[in-house]
Nanobody, 116 residues
Framework: QVQLVESGGGLVQAGGSLRLSCVAS????????MAWYRQAPGAQRELVAR???????TYLDSVKGRFTISRDNAKNTVYLQMNSLQPQDTALYYC??????????WGQGTQVTVAS
């Protein structure tokens, strides 16, 4: 069973930055598609950013130019650098791993709160 452990969330003022980290206990990490999702209260969970094994990335339109997803395969870690944070970025952020062998796995989530 794959375990994903997120960290780096917190409270920040609008315009500030945070970096989320997610460590995966998967032997297939380097071959996995990694992603960050978020869910605000009363809203559906949405895909924020995704990175595949080749390093190709996709982003939610509202975070393009502000957020950057990256991965360090030597550390089994995926990051989400979040700059110019806005109150509407407030949500519980989840790490996601997708690999054909292990299926889809989720972390427990890390809270990001942006104060105006």
């Amino acid at each position: 069973q794959v375990q994903l452990v997120e960290s780096g969330g917190g409270l920040v003022q609008a315009g500030g930055s945070l970096r989320l980290s997610c460590v995966a206990s998967s032997a297939f990490f380097s071959l996995s598609v990694m992603a960050w999702y978020r869910q605000a209260p009363g809203a559906q969970r949405e895909l924020v950013a995704r990175i595949n094994a080749r390093g190709d990335t996709t982003y939610l339109d509202s975070v393009k130019g502000r957020f950057t997803i990256s991965r360090d395969n030597a550390k089994n870690t995926v990051y989400l650098q979040m700059n110019s944070l806005q109150p509407q970025d407030t949500a519980l952020y989840y790490c996601n791993l997708n690999h054909w062998n292990t299926g889809i796995s989720w972390g427990q989530g890390t809270q990001v709160t942006v104060a105006s």
